[in-house]
């Protein structure tokens, strides 16, 4: 899988402008050579420091149509794993239409150079400026901009770090293809019906979550030994007050009873899609998970940690987390989060987020999890097993249409259960995700009807036994 780029790194850039124009060139559109370094070459560009480094130079070439002429050479002893460039030709008048192409290099191995040509029929543009978003990997780009005339060079050079490198270097953690079995388990909030224990039985599912009801997870260690089993109680407060720290003491001391008299429970979850604001909250919450997973550890219990609602936590705020994972995984715990979209599942895959731009591999609902574990918790070294603890359609993650809930108002059964199988087979590229527990069996109150999947549990069981 090519690594796609997200987050920006920083820059060291020098600005060389010549009027000159080249009389040839051996590149072609959208058809990346191995050039001659004279062929482009305008005139000395003066010392290069002794910092490992890429150098992009560009070409801008008098006359209609507009050439554009890119090549990048990589001076590191480092191959670049995937070189993708999105050039942004816009005008000077944001009223005007921006104008744009692309161009996927591949690799690109230490000491060489390969070259673009961008065309414009409808160039050049008065006052254009050409805006270069570079990515070399995953997580790791560039913005450059030239606002040079036709008829100038421009040369930038940008560093490359060892942890940089070291970062390049490392294997996708999505798989080109599905692999293994079937990821699909089941949320449950009362265990009422016999088709759930049968789903149990009959599918051995990767996960099972209970909220409230939880004592007949015992029912389900005995039936599936292997499924996953994760617990959430009811937690009416969780407000941002007060020391995290004794926060945490406090709610797993007045639950360690119920903790404790539950051994069937694999691993127990905290609070309920928390509402992070700023980066103080993540800040507190991070603290606050910390203490709970080694307040748990002291009771011999292991927890997940997060639980985050669908959409959320933002870029901005998600690094603040980072020491709740990794006190998790000195004690062996796993994350959570839920993931819904609306109105398919695969609706917002290849969207961006905000500060984030982002490949098809990567969406802003289901498969958001992969944003954090590739752009932080792999450089990190942070990658823990995930447990998507809730997922689905949910037609209120759709801001300008509120007119439904659950599926049952958007689609029928077998588009559903499509759904379920197409967003199973994404999560089977993860090796780190455990399982997914479909939202929702069991629901006493009639609040979760539209989302009710108790009656396509038997279909469910044909999807992961045909995995």
Not at 402 to 408: A, D, E, I, N, T
Request: hydrophobic share 40%; charged share 20%; aromatic share 10%.
């Amino acid at each position: 899988m090519h690594r796609r780029w997200t987050i920006l790194t920083s820059l060291c850039a020098v600005l060389i402008i010549m009027g000159i124009t080249p009389t040839s060139v051996s590149a072609r559109v959208d058809d990346p050579l191995i050039i001659d370094p004279e062929v482009l070459y305008t005139g000395p560009i003066g010392e290069i420091p002794t910092d490992y480094a890429i150098i992009v130079q560009a070409t801008s070439l008098r006359g209609q149509p507009h050439h554009y002429i890119l090549t990048v050479t990589n001076t590191t002893p480092w191959s670049i794993p995937s070189l993708h460039v999105l050039d942004r030709y816009t005008p000077e008048y944001v009223t005007d239409e921006e104008l744009s192409q692309e161009w996927f290099a591949g690799a690109v191995e230490p000491d060489e150079s390969v070259s673009v040509c961008f065309t414009y029929t409808e160039g050049p543009l008065e006052g254009g400026c050409h805006q270069l978003e570079i990515s070399i990997a995953d997580g790791m780009s560039t913005i450059l901009m030239d606002c040079s005339t036709p008829g100038s060079t421009t040369v930038w050079q940008v560093a490359i770090t060892y942890d940089m490198a070291n970062y390049m270097q490392q294997e996708a953690l999505t798989l080109d293809e599905p692999t293994g079995v079937s990821k699909i388990g089941l949320h449950v909030t009362r265990n009422n019906s016999p088709a759930i224990m049968d789903f149990v039985t009959e599918a051995q599912p990767s996960v099972v979550v209970a909220v409230g009801d939880i004592g007949w997870l015992a029912d389900v260690k005995a039936a599936s030994p292997d499924t996953i089993t994760l617990a959430r109680l009811a937690e009416s407060d969780q407000s941002y007050e007060g020391d995290p720290t004794e926060r945490a003491r406090e709610f797993v001391a007045q639950n360690a009873g119920i903790y404790l008299s539950h051994p069937a429970v694999d691993y127990w979850l905290g609070w309920n899609e928390p509402v992070i604001s700023s980066q103080s909250d993540m800040a507190w919450y991070a603290q606050f998970e910390s203490e709970r997973v080694i307040a748990m550890a002291e009771l011999g219990l292991k927890v997940a940690i997060g639980n985050f609602s669908v959409g959320v936590p933002e870029p901005a705020t998600f690094g603040q987390f980072l020491p709740a994972v990794e006190t998790a995984q000195s004690y062996d715990g796993i994350m959570a989060l839920h993931e819904y979209s609306a109105p398919d599942m695969w609706s917002g895959v290849g969207a961006g987020v905000p500060g984030l731009t982002l490949g098809s591999d990567y969406g802003s609902l289901t498969l958001r999890y992969r944003i954090w574990y590739d752009n932080y918790l792999q450089p990190a070294n942070l990658v823990i097993p995930l447990v998507i603890t809730e997922a689905g359609i949910d037609g209120g993650v759709l801001t300008e249409d509120l007119s439904f809930g659950g599926w049952k108002d958007a689609m029928t059964d077998y588009q559903y259960l499509e759904q379920l199988s197409w967003y199973d087979d994404e999560l089977r590229r993860d090796p780190y995700v455990l399982g997914m527990a479909v939202f929702n069996a069991g629901d006493d109150s009639g609040d979760w009807e539209s989302f009710d999947v108790t009656d396509l549990l038997s279909d469910m069981v044909s999807i992961i036994r045909s995995k």
